[in-house]
Structures are given as structure tokens and as C-alpha cells.
């Protein structure tokens, strides 16, 4: 059962994937800052409504599509899903859940967009 598709802003993917050599302090800065648009994006949505449909146990299913800016090389999976696990941390959070239950599909390549964004669609088995 789906419970939301999100599209969450792009963020420079260099600076928060796991071979970045940012000082830890701009790092953390970052990652603040990605966690708050991922909460207001999360709760725009309604999903802090969505917390009733989500059982107490079991597995949430999170489906990543990664659409670049133009001219932007898409990130291999690993460092992109590093990248978003402060949005993620935040959607766990808006949702009432520990991020070990969210399952991690397969990345999925959107088409590219101006400013770019990823789209984030969670499920639950039902």
C-alpha cells in the first residue's frame, strides 16, 4: 500500500556523499539544512497524518528516483542514497518510525529537470 510521493528539492551530491572531504562542521550544516526541507516537504504533504497507517512493526519500503539538473551527471546509488539519508532520517522522523525499518529499493534514473529534485515514494507491504 503506497503510502506518499514526495519530490524533495536536488542538493549538490559531492558535499553529503560518503567520498566527500568536507570539514565535518559545513557537513553537519548541510545536512541540518537538508533535514528541514525534507521535514516541511513531509508535513506539506500531510504525511504526519499518514502515522495511523503505518503499523508498529515491519518494513517501509522507500523507492528513490533521482532526477538531475541539466548537464548533471547522474550519482552512482551508493553515494546518492548516502546523500539523502538526512532527508530520509527526516521522513522517519515526520512518520513516527526508526529509519531501520525503511527498505531501500533499488535507485530508480529519472529524466533530468531544470533544477532537478528526487522523488521519494513510500510504501508499506500490505
Known amino acids: 500500500m503506497n503510502i506518499a510521493r514526495l519530490t524533495l528539492d536536488w542538493v549538490r551530491m559531492s558535499d553529503l556523499s560518503m567520498n ?3 570539514h565535518w562542521r559545513k557537513k553537519s550544516r548541510l545536512v541540518k539544512a537538508q533535514r528541514g526541507m525534507a521535514t516541511a516537504i513531509a ?4 504525511l ?3 502515522r495511523k497507517q503505518v503499523p508498529d512493526a515491519g518494513s517501509i519500503f522507500i523507492t528513490l528516483t533521482c532526477c538531475p539538473p541539466s548537464g548533471t551527471v547522474y550519482p ?3 553515494n546518492f542514497i548516502t546523500a ?7 521522513i522517519a522522523k515526520v512518520l513516527g518510525v526508526d529509519d531501520s525499518r525503511f527498505k ?4 530508480r534514473k ?3 529537470s531544470k533544477d532537478g529534485g528526487v522523488i521519494v ?6
Open 121 to 126: 515514494e513510500i510504501a508499506i507491504a500490505a
Open 76 to 78: 552512482d546509488d551508493d
Open 110 to 112: 529519472g529524466e533530468r
Open 43 to 46: 508535513q506539506e504533504a500531510r
Open 20 to 22: 566527500s572531504r568536507l
Open 104 to 107: 531501500v529499493q533499488p535507485v
Open 84 to 90: 539523502q539519508k538526512g532527508a530520509l532520517d527526516a
Open 48 to 50: 504526519h497524518l499518514a
